[in-house]
């Protein structure tokens, strides 16, 4: 017997805010700069979904320590400004989140910082102030489980009622790891296809979210599949 989803747990790049859009390019120009050329499909399959930490490890390994803190500030400082002159919400994202009726919280790879930027910047932080969880406070970031577990346990929900909505291929995965059903969003940078899986339904639309998760509301959602396909 399927639980019926009593909590909806969002990521936040690329699924709340469309910042992912602002980051890729940011991180190819960095990867020229620095010293390690990278197309934008190397920067989704490395960086996309992940902690900054293991982004940062992942540079440093390549180039060495003290370019991989040149890469990690510049970064920071350019996505701040990006941010600031072009960042909006996913588009049918609000619309969204008018129609749904169950608790919500946000697990992010970003840290607290960053999201109190990205969120605040398009009117979506006080929607989910206080149910705002960061992989800096859990030892493993996605596609380790540990950050959505961290959030169910401080909601208060069985994970199995949990449902995650993601965009990258670690967060479908972390989803996954911790038995709770995915909606794997394939309307931003993500090809469909890096999202499905066992327990996954991959959609393309936002704004068709509401309905995916009434019919897992009512236990009968949560089988990988595709939707919102327009």
């Given amino acids: 017997m399927i639980k019926p989803i009593e909590l909806v747990i969002f990521d936040c790049d690329g699924v709340l805010v469309d910042s992912e859009r602002i980051a890729l390019p940011l991180q190819v120009a960095l990867g020229a700069e620095l010293g390690w050329p990278l197309t934008e499909d190397e920067v989704m399959d490395r ?40 960042l909006s919400a996913v588009e049918g994202l609000p619309e969204a989140l008018a129609a749904i009726t169950l608790p919500t919280c946000v697990a992010s790879s970003g840290s607290h910082e960053k999201m109190r930027h990205t969120l605040g910047r398009t ?47 670690p967060g479908v995965e972390a989803a996954r790891a911790a038995g709770m059903r995915a909606f794997g969003y394939a309307g931003g940078l993500t090809p469909a296809e890096r999202l499905e899986g066992t327990g996954t339904v991959v959609f393309h639309d936002m704004r068709a979210l509401p309905g995916l998760i009434a019919a897992g509301t009512a236990g009968t959602a949560g089988t990988a599949g595709t939707a919102g396909t327009a």
């Fill in 123 to 169: 009117g979506l932080y006080e929607h989910f102030d206080g149910r705002i969880y960061s992989a800096t406070e859990v030892r493993h970031g996605k596609p380790a489980p540990d950050l959505f577990l961290y959030a169910a346990r401080r909601m208060g929900v069985d994970p199995a009622a949990c449902a995650v909505v993601e965009d990258s291929r």
């Fill in 47 to 86: 960086f996309v979904g992940r902690s900054s930490a293991s982004i940062h490890e992942d540079i440093a390994l390549r180039v060495g320590g003290e370019t991989a803190d040149l890469w990690r500030e510049l970064f920071e400082e350019r996505h701040r400004e990006a941010v600031d002159t072009g």
